[in-house]
């Protein structure tokens, strides 16, 4: 599942058939309960070194599921499928090896933790990350350096994570932590979510500039709206329905939604009657 347009000619991120469910105790409020419905119904995806997908999907369609999935949140379990990052095998990691491994999740609702700056963040999260045990003065001169590219006032870093940050602070954050913390794969869940015209530019800018100084970086953009889109233009877009990918190509994707909106993307009854009875989930 390589793609062929990665620089490297290898794909950095493959998922191969995976299915996916919230755990039971998430599901039934904590009962317990065992029947839990698939989210994620056998999804396949390759993201190469130096390229940026985007997934695209209507509400429920499992694009949020994704995501958490991808960094091994304890709220969603995988009943099959593999999940590979860089040749390794991940699809049993918990969430902080994969983060220290090179993955990256830009939250769509990041958390407010009072009590901890984000220049404390910063360095427990890169010390996590690398092993490196930057000093304060250290790491506020990169905070810094970032925080001029992102438009972001000096001051920013003493503040208390997320607490009454707005919309977009929260979002530069997100781009500035991932700027710091150099991964290999960032996964960009709705990014542009509650942000108007202005600070989705500056956050698309900040995106622009973090793959500058890492080129190739992989990116997954998960969106409900094109406008993310036309500020980054990605090598590829992926149309997720019903747990799967359902279509996949460049920008014609996204032009495409625009027009028609995703019925045109939506199987026909047979199709779907078909796709039902070959894809069973499978025994893991």
Do not use: C
Not at 151 to 169: A, C, H, I, P, T
Not at 171 to 190: C, F, G, S, T, Y
């Amino acid at each position: 599942m390589a793609t062929a347009d990665s620089p490297t000619g290898e794909a950095l991120f493959q998922v191969e058939g995976l299915w996916a469910a919230p755990t039971p105790d998430e599901a039934a409020g904590g009962t317990g309960a065992a029947a839990v419905e698939p989210i994620l119904r056998g999804l396949d995806l390759a993201v190469g070194r130096g390229e940026v997908h985007a997934i695209m999907g209507p509400n429920g369609s499992g694009k949020s599921t994704l995501a958490s999935t991808l960094l091994g949140s304890p709220e969603y379990q995988v009943s099959a499928g593999t999940v590979t990052f860089a040749g390794d095998d991940v699809t049993t990691w918990p969430a902080d090896e994969r983060a220290k491994a090179g993955m990256f999740l830009a939250f769509q609702y990041p958390q407010e933790i009072p009590g901890v700056s984000v220049i404390q963040f910063l360095r427990q999260a890169l010390s996590a990350r690398k092993g490196i045990d930057l000093s304060v003065l250290e790491l506020r001169l990169a905070a810094m350096e970032w925080m001029e590219r992102l438009g972001m006032d000096s001051s920013f870093v003493d503040r208390y994570l997320n607490e009454g940050f707005s919309g977009g602070e929260k979002k530069r954050n997100e781009i500035m932590q991932m700027a710091i913390l150099e991964p290999q794969l960032a996964i960009l869940d709705e990014t542009d979510s509650g942000l108007d015209i202005d600070a989705l530019r500056i956050v698309a800018k900040g995106i622009h500039e973090v793959r500058r100084d890492r080129p190739e970086m992989g990116v997954l953009l998960i969106t409900h709206y094109q406008r993310l889109l036309d500020e980054l233009r990605p090598d590829h877009v992926h149309v997720l329905m019903g747990g799967r990918i359902v279509a996949s190509g460049g920008m014609e994707i996204a032009e495409l939604l625009e027009r028609d909106g995703y019925e045109s993307f939506r199987p026909t009854e047979p199709e779907q009657a078909g796709a039902e009875a070959a894809e069973l989930e499978p025994a893991r």
